[in-house]
């Protein structure tokens, strides 16, 4: 009661003071021109490569090609891998995207920016909610454009745009590094697609009925105690608005998304509302081909960050692609995905960029095996011999994601590093092949896997890593020294559906409904058994004991090294607030970018895919 009576109290004070922000010039200080990106000066000597980051949405493991994926088809992301090398242990640091993006961008696991979700929503939830990526952060752009990069952002955020008011943008992109945003500053989601399908009817399916049930015996109480003369006239409209209003505004916000979620954003601009998927990943790479094409003239490095709509549902496709793979509106998704890939790595080709380029393709977190639509088909990733999926903190399918890195000439083509890596190591490697140091006065919880990546070592940099679901810690990773060796325990694990592995739309971190905790915990041999298919006896020989022994101590160091910051998921963080609602027409909120009206792509014939 209380969170509805604050939400609807803040509601009506906004109304009556007008204090709902059209969208905003942008502070000054802030503009950077989009058109001509930036145009700082590189000062170093040392040779400093273009990086392309592209990072798919629930992308699983299995997925692609490269993985062993014989029928669906990913030319595109394979050639990466065969140019370059292929991670087969490459971890998400959270299997769910905010936190993973927060995590990957920073190089620290999310609880150290308070990027680590303690209930129910696990994911920046609104475009007006007030959490993000806190602006003492030091994300990976910010290191590049001191190097004197360029940098753009392409595709999706989803971590926060406003604190205080809508137009303040303390978590924009621009304001984390970028020198250029072109896309989602939420997400994609399925309530997008129109069809009726929503994240909360798949997470809470009886949520209509309870919301109607709560609104009708509300109302009934209510005239009932006015009947009774139980209350004065004032007293029965309040009760009334009470039992009504709340509930009609939560269901409003959380059942019709769209209108207060779908945007697109240019720079500090909102352009486009709701969004338009016709081409939306057409247009996605048309921006990206102009952004390659204007730096590839500049003689100044730069860094893009193509981060895709693409697997994440609502799987809206091109009719190109569409019944076009073996694997359903899925599958069509993913073979778009890697056709857009493609139109990429052809463009660098064609601009001469090939052999000044490192590129380096990932997912967030693995497949979402819960992801069902409305009839019935399979809409979420595959996560080969991996176990459980997106969501689930310490699971294997959760945490590894299909990825790849080229870079011609420098990277040993074919090369496959089988060893623990992290997408948090992205940030400390950078670091290490631009020769600038890393942030200092934190921890950085990523290690530098240049070595590994060029062959001069064979061993991970990491001991232990931990796998957070939420704030706690539901498994770890052990990679022992001088050995051939990577062990994981699971304190605690989903408890799923029986026959299936996974839970009702999503696994939660908590409560022992969904969650079984594990004393002893459960240890699992990677090297010889990475399915986890056989629990080693802990007792059966004190080396085991030994293992844990060790991971005790590690995670008791890794919590003493936690210092308490601000939760970017606190109840005015998370919470949909009318004030920070992004509005590109008031009071209509309805646009669209008219760069692409009409818009058509120019299809040629793209390798695999004419
Ligand atoms: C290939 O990917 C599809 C789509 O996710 C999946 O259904 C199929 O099982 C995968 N095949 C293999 C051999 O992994
Ligand atoms: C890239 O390097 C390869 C091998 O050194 C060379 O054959 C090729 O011409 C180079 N391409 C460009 C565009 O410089
Ligand atoms: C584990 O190993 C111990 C010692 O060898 C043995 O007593 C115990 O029965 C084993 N437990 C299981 C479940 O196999
Ligand atoms: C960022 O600021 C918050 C709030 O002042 C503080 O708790 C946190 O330690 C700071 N983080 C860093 C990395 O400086
Ligand atoms: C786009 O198409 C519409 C309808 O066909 C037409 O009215 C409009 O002039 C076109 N716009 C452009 C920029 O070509
Ligand atoms: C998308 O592109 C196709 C052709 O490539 C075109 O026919 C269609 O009108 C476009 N849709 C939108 C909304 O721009």
Same mark, same amino acid.
């Not at 081909?289 to 496709?317: D, K, N």
């Not at 399979?378 to 011999?385: A, D, T, Y």
């Not at 986890?532 to 090294?561: C, F, G, M, P, W």
């Given at each position: 009661?209380?969170?509805?009576?604050?939400?609807?109290?803040?509601?009506?004070?906004?109304?009556?003071?007008?204090?709902?922000?059209?969208?905003?010039?942008?502070?000054?200080?802030?503009?950077? !021109?989009? !058109?001509?990106?930036?145009?700082?000066?590189?000062?170093?000597?040392?040779?400093?490569?273009?990086?392309?980051?592209?990072?798919?949405?629930?992308?699983?493991?299995?997925?692609?090609?490269?993985?062993?994926?014989?029928?669906?088809?990913?030319? %595109?992301?394979?050639?990466?891998?065969?140019?370059?090398?292929?991670?087969?242990?490459?971890?998400?640091?959270?299997?769910?995207?905010?936190?993973?993006?927060?995590?990957?961008?920073?190089?620290?696991?999310?609880?150290?920016?308070?990027?680590?979700?303690?209930?129910?929503?696990?994911?920046?939830?609104?475009?007006?909610?007030?959490?993000?990526?806190?602006?003492?952060?030091?994300?990976?752009? #910010?290191?590049?454009?001191?190097?004197?990069?360029?940098?753009?952002?392409?595709?999706?955020?989803?971590?926060?745009? %406003? $604190?205080?008011?809508?137009?303040?943008? $303390?978590?924009?992109?621009? %304001?984390?590094?970028?020198?250029?945003?072109?896309?989602?500053?939420?997400? %994609?989601? @399925?309530?997008?697609?129109?069809?009726?399908?929503?994240?909360?009817?798949?997470? &809470?399916?009886?949520?209509?009925?309870?919301?109607?049930?709560? +609104?009708?015996?509300?109302?009934?109480?209510?005239?009932?105690?006015?009947? &009774?003369?139980?209350?004065?006239?004032?007293?029965?409209?309040?009760?009334?608005? =009470?039992?009504?209003?709340?509930?009609?505004?939560?269901?409003?916000?959380?059942?019709?998304?769209?209108?207060?979620? !779908?945007?697109?954003?240019?720079?500090?601009?909102?352009?486009?509302?709701?969004?338009?998927?016709?081409?939306?990943?057409?247009?996605?790479? /048309?921006?990206?081909? #102009?952004?390659?094409?204007?730096? /590839?003239?500049?003689?100044?490095?730069?860094? =893009?960050?193509? /981060?895709?709509?693409? +697997?994440?549902?609502?799987?809206?496709?091109?009719?190109?692609?569409?019944?076009?793979?073996?694997?359903?509106?899925?599958?069509?998704?993913?073979?778009?995905?890697?056709? $857009?890939?493609? #139109?990429?790595?052809?463009?660098?080709?064609?601009?001469?960029?090939?052999?000044?380029?490192?590129?380096?393709?990932?997912?967030?977190?693995?497949?979402?095996?819960?992801?069902?639509?409305?009839?019935?088909?399979? #809409?979420?990733?595959?996560?080969?011999?991996?176990?459980?999926?997106?969501?689930?903190?310490?699971?294997?399918?959760?945490?590894?994601?299909?990825?790849?890195?080229?870079?011609?000439?420098?990277?040993?083509?074919?090369?496959?590093?089988?060893?623990?890596?992290?997408?948090?190591?992205?940030?400390?490697? =950078? $670091?290490?092949?631009?020769?600038?140091?890393?942030?200092?006065?934190?921890?950085?919880?990523?290690?530098?896997?240049?070595?590994?990546?060029?062959?001069?070592?064979?061993?991970?940099?990491?001991?232990?890593?931990?796998?957070?679901?939420?704030?706690?810690?539901?498994?770890?990773?052990? !990679?022992? @020294?001088?050995?051939?060796?990577?062990? @994981?325990?699971?304190?605690?694990?989903?408890?799923?559906?029986?026959?299936?592995?996974?839970?009702?739309?999503?696994?939660?971190?908590?409560?022992?409904?969904?969650?079984?905790?594990?004393?002893?915990?459960?240890?699992?041999?990677?090297?010889?058994?990475?399915?986890?298919?056989?629990?080693?006896?802990?007792?059966?020989?004190?080396?085991?004991?030994?293992?844990?022994?060790?991971?005790?101590?590690?995670? =008791?160091?890794? @919590?003493?090294?936690?210092?308490?910051?601000?939760?970017?998921?606190?109840?005015?963080?998370?919470?949909?607030?009318?004030?920070?609602?992004?509005?590109?027409?008031?009071?209509?909120?309805?646009?669209?970018?008219?760069?692409?009206?009409?818009?058509?792509?120019?299809?040629?014939?793209?390798?695999?895919?004419?």
């Amino acid at each position: 009661m209380w969170p509805e009576l604050i939400l609807i109290s803040v509601l009506l004070l906004s109304l009556v003071c007008g204090e709902v922000n059209v969208a905003h010039p942008n502070p000054s200080e802030h503009i950077i !021109s989009a !058109s001509t990106y930036s145009t700082t000066t590189t000062t170093s000597h040392t040779k400093r490569p273009n990086i392309i980051i592209m990072m798919a949405d629930d992308l699983g493991y299995g997925d692609v090609g490269m993985t062993g994926n014989d029928t669906i088809r990913t030319p %595109n992301i394979d050639s990466i891998a065969t140019k370059g090398v292929k991670f087969t242990h490459h971890l998400a640091a959270s299997s769910v995207c905010s936190p993973s993006r927060a995590a990957f961008l920073t190089g620290r696991y999310p609880i150290r920016s308070g990027v680590a979700p303690s209930g129910l929503l696990r994911v920046m939830t609104f475009v007006a909610s007030a959490g993000g990526l806190p602006q003492n952060e030091t994300t990976m752009p #910010e290191i590049l454009k001191e190097a004197g990069y360029s940098t753009a952002l392409i595709g999706k955020w989803h971590l926060g745009i %406003n $604190c205080e008011w809508q137009g303040d943008f $303390c978590h924009h992109p621009l %304001n984390h590094g970028f020198d250029y945003f072109y896309g989602l500053p939420l997400t %994609n989601l @399925k309530d997008f697609s129109g069809d009726g399908n929503t994240v909360m009817l798949m997470a &809470k399916p009886n949520m209509n009925v309870g919301l109607g049930c709560t +609104v009708l015996v509300g109302t009934l109480v209510t005239l009932l105690l006015r009947r &009774k003369k139980l209350v004065h006239k004032a007293g029965f409209y309040a009760l009334l608005f =009470l039992t009504t209003v709340p509930i009609g505004v939560f269901y409003l916000v959380m059942c019709d998304m769209t209108f207060i979620n !779908s945007v697109i954003m240019r720079d500090f601009d909102y352009i486009e509302q709701p969004i338009r998927f016709d081409n939306l990943s057409q247009r996605l790479v /048309s921006e990206a081909l #102009e952004y390659l094409t204007a730096r /590839s003239h500049s003689g100044q490095p730069f860094m =893009l960050f193509m /981060s895709f709509v693409q +697997v994440h549902t609502y799987l809206h496709t091109a009719d190109r692609f569409k019944g076009r793979s073996r694997h359903g509106r899925y599958g069509d998704n993913v073979e778009e995905l890697d056709w $857009c890939v493609g #139109e990429l790595l052809k463009a660098v080709r064609r601009l001469g960029m090939q052999n000044d380029t490192l590129i380096y393709f990932t997912s967030d977190q693995g497949g979402h095996v819960e992801e069902r639509g409305l009839d019935g088909q399979r #809409e979420g990733g595959w996560n080969g011999i991996f176990k459980g999926g997106k969501c689930m903190g310490g699971m294997e399918g959760a945490l590894r994601v299909p990825t790849a890195m080229m870079w011609p000439g420098v990277v040993p083509a074919g090369r496959v590093v089988h060893q623990p890596t992290s997408l948090m190591d992205v940030l400390p490697t =950078l $670091c290490h092949v631009l020769d600038v140091p890393l942030p200092a006065n934190r921890v950085i919880d990523g290690r530098n896997v240049w070595p590994l990546i060029t062959g001069r070592a064979d061993e991970t940099p990491h001991d232990v890593m931990f796998h957070y679901c939420g704030r706690d810690i539901h498994a770890a990773r052990y !990679s022992p @020294k001088d050995e051939n060796a990577v062990w @994981k325990v699971h304190f605690a694990t989903p408890k799923w559906r029986a026959g299936t592995q996974g839970c009702d739309f999503v696994c939660p971190c908590y409560g022992s409904t969904w969650i079984q905790w594990h004393d002893p915990p459960l240890m699992f041999d990677l090297v010889s058994d990475p399915a986890e298919t056989t629990v080693v006896n802990v007792s059966s020989d004190a080396k085991y004991e030994a293992i844990l022994r060790h991971i005790d101590e590690a995670k =008791l160091a890794h @919590k003493q090294s936690l210092v308490e910051v601000e939760s970017q998921y606190s109840f005015y963080n998370t919470m949909w607030w009318p004030w920070l609602q992004p509005c590109c027409n008031y009071p209509w909120c309805d646009c669209h970018d008219e760069k692409y009206d009409n818009f058509s792509y120019p299809y040629t014939d793209n390798d695999a895919w004419s």
